[in-house]
Nanobody
Framework: QVQLVESGGGLVQAGGSLRLSCAAS????????MAWYRQAPGKQRELVAA???????NYADAVKGRFTISRDNAKNTVYLQMNNLIPEDTAVYYC???????????????WGQGTLVTVSA
């Protein structure tokens, strides 16, 4: 079973920066794509950024130019650098990974527990 543990959330003023981290742990797995989602109060969960195992990235229009997703494959860790934060970025941020079990050959999508980011005006 793969587990994702997020860290780095918190309270920041508008214009500030935060860096989220998400580390995957477990055995007998590889990771394909990784992504960050967020869910603001009263809204649906939405994709923020995604990155493939080869490093190709994709961003939501709302964060392009401000957020950067990256990953360290050796550490099974994905990062989200968030700059020039605005109050509308306030949400619970969730890490997501598409994993592959090298024993059963089964693909499984895994979610982290979420980390709260609050941006004050």
């Amino acid at each position: 079973q793969v587990q994702l543990v997020e860290s780095g959330g918190g309270l920041v003023q508008a214009g500030g920066s935060l860096r989220l981290s998400c580390a995957a742990s477990g055995s007998r797995f590889s990771i394909n794509a990784m992504a960050w989602y967020r869910q603001a109060p009263g809204k649906q969960r939405e994709l923020v950024a995604a990155i493939t195992s080869g490093g190709s990235t994709n961003y939501a229009d709302a964060v392009k130019g401000r957020f950067t997703i990256s990953r360290d494959n050796a550490k099974n860790t994905v990062y989200l650098q968030m700059n020039n934060l605005i109050p509308e970025d306030t949400a619970v941020y969730y890490c997501n990974a598409v994993t592959f079990n090298i024993i059963t050959f089964r693909q499984l999508e895994v979610w982290g527990q979420g980390t709260l980011v609050t941006v004050s005006a």
